[in-house]
């Protein structure tokens, strides 16, 4: 066990010494949350795909992985096909706006076509958005570290997530969160094909046991309803369109032609390599719970036991000591892939679009720009973390945070690329109606014939936006 500490550790110095290299490096603001506009095709795609899956999806398809078996892989299937759908209808009508290398988020956007107030409650949309998905993210690190460790509480290992994850960002910025991105999710990746996958399997008596131990339906790909893929798709789908981590990435990329070729190699990511990774350990994780195999942990088969713990669990009790260390660190890897793009969005978004600060052109006026971007990640950084001490589940945390965003915005940017009659009034009360309308479902657990909250706060949001766009045409070019 202490070998295995030792390893995370030296991990966890690391990433603050990439932090810290980076942090010697920005000059700016601009730097600080677009990278430079200089980076590659592959090193965006794989940023984009550790963000979007990360640790809170690793963790949350474990757990579905655990419930219903293969068949919750479909969940990442429409990330690929968000991913696809962005790369063809998005990123070509973002590079032909005028200006495009003076953007750094995506209410700069909405600023552009509907105006400062509309770009201001994006902005705020945005930031509270993105701090639920950061406190999630921080929270699967917790639930990995206190399931691995037996001696971590969940309250301390939320601590220590959160307290690196803020700090490595506040130091790196986005070049050192997409390079470091790269890094993470080879980790991952090999982590789990070469490590964890074989271990389970052997540990919980391979193919035969895994007959013997779960029904058919956990093996088969139809073990879900049109229910749950209409509810995944109108959550995630959207996502593409209105992430402000992706628009960053956006940004941060070379040209049109490297995006779109990096949004393609983050969908082929997501699915089907991720997705199946996730779900069958959280398989495993199921027949090693069956077995009694958790019982040295104190969870035998007859104790009810939350779903995502099973992944960390599996890896507690099948891995042998090091190689233990070695895969912890790459889903903590995962996680503060997602963590940190997450605060950073958040961040930019509150600076730029709340708070407004851009840079001047000068080096006294930049320097103070980018001391304001760290205190603001800083602060935001700690609100999150306090939200996460009173959380419990990832993906529902994730998916929540995911329909905020998505039931506010995804209406009026579509439009706003898409629709001629788009209006600033239209914009501001769809935004208003579509995350009143999923917030208050959501919140009063009201799910109309089994659909998710979400698609009702869009269709609102919708009606809204047309409503008010055919009485007022949009009005073009940038306000201030």
């Given at each position: 066990m202490i070998f295995d500490i030792a390893i995370f550790a030296i991990y966890v110095v690391l990433v603050f010494l990439v932090g810290l290299h980076f942090?010697?490096?920005?000059?700016?603001?601009?730097?600080?949350?677009?990278?430079?506009?200089?980076?590659?095709?592959?090193?965006i795609g794989l940023s984009v795909v550790a963000t979007d899956v990360g640790g809170g999806f690793s963790i949350g398809l474990g757990g579905l992985g655990f419930t219903m078996g293969l068949s919750g892989s479909w969940l990442l299937f429409t990330g690929l096909i968000g991913a696809w759908m962005a790369a063809v209808l998005l990123i070509p009508k973002v590079y032909a706006l005028?200006?495009?290398?003076?953007?750094?988020?995506?209410?700069?956007?909405?600023?552009?076509?509907?105006?400062?107030?509309v770009?201001?409650?994006?902005?705020?949309?945005?930031?509270?958005?993105?701090?639920?998905?950061?406190?999630?993210?921080?929270?699967?690190?917790?639930?990995?570290?206190?399931?691995?460790?037996?001696?971590?509480?969940?309250?301390?290992?939320?601590?220590?997530m959160g307290i690196v994850a803020i700090g490595y960002t506040i130091l790196g910025g986005l070049k050192a969160v997409i390079y470091t991105d790269t890094f993470q999710?080879?980790?991952?990746?090999?982590?789990?094909?070469?490590?964890?996958i074989p271990f389970a399997y052997n540990a919980i008596g391979g193919w035969d046991a895994i007959n013997m131990t779960l029904d058919d339906d956990f093996l088969t790909l139809s073990n879900l309803t049109w229910k749950d893929l209409i509810n995944w798709s109108v959550t995630i789908i959207p996502i593409w369109f209105?992430?402000?981590?992706?628009?960053?990435?956006?940004?941060?990329?070379?040209?049109?032609?490297?995006?779109?070729?990096?949004?393609?190699?983050a969908g082929l990511f997501e699915w089907p390599m991720m997705a199946f990774l996730g779900v069958i350990l959280g398989l495993f994780s199921r027949v090693a719970y069956e077995q009694g195999i958790f019982e040295v942990v104190g969870f035998a088969a007859s104790t009810a036991m939350d779903p995502e713990l099973g992944l960390p669990l599996l890896?507690?009790?099948?891995?042998?000591?090091?190689?233990?260390?070695?895969?912890?660190a790459a889903y903590f890897s995962a996680v503060m892939s997602t963590a940190d793009s997450c605060l950073m969005a958040c961040s930019g978004s509150f600076i730029t679009d709340i708070l407004r600060f851009k840079d001047e052109g000068s080096t006294a006026m930049d320097k103070k720009s980018l001391k304001a971007s760290q205190a603001a990640t800083l602060t935001l950084g700690v609100i999150a973390l306090v939200i996460a001490l009173f959380l419990e589940n990832v993906l529902e945390a994730m998916l929540f945070s995911y329909a905020f965003m998505v039931s506010g915005l995804f209406v009026p940017i579509v439009g706003a690329f898409y629709w001629?009659?788009?209006?600033?009034?239209?914009?501001?009360?769809?935004?208003?109606?579509?995350?009143?309308?999923?917030?208050?479902?959501?919140?009063?657990?009201i799910k109309w014939f089994g659909l998710d909250p979400n698609l009702y706060g869009i269709i609102c949001a919708l009606i809204v936006f047309i409503s008010f766009g055919l009485i007022k045409n949009v009005k073009n070019g940038y306000s201030n």
């Open positions: 942090y010697r490096k920005n000059k700016t603001s601009d730097d600080y949350y677009v990278a430079g506009r200089n980076i590659s095709s592959w090193h005028p200006g495009i290398k003076r953007l750094t988020t995506l209410p700069q956007i909405f600023e552009f076509f509907y105006g400062k107030q770009a201001i409650l994006a902005g705020l949309i945005t930031t509270i958005g993105y701090l639920g998905f950061t406190s999630s993210q921080i929270i699967a690190g917790a639930k990995l570290a206190s399931g691995t460790f037996v001696d971590f509480s969940f309250t301390h290992a939320v601590l220590v999710w080879i980790i991952l990746m090999a982590g789990l094909l070469f490590a964890g209105v992430g402000m981590t992706l628009y960053q990435r956006i940004f941060a990329s070379r040209g049109e032609k490297q995006a779109k070729k990096a949004w393609f190699i890896l507690r009790t099948v891995l042998p000591h090091g190689l233990m260390g070695l895969v912890l001629k009659k788009a209006s600033k009034i239209g914009a501001f009360a769809a935004m208003i109606t579509g995350g009143v309308v999923t917030t208050c479902l959501t919140l009063l657990n």
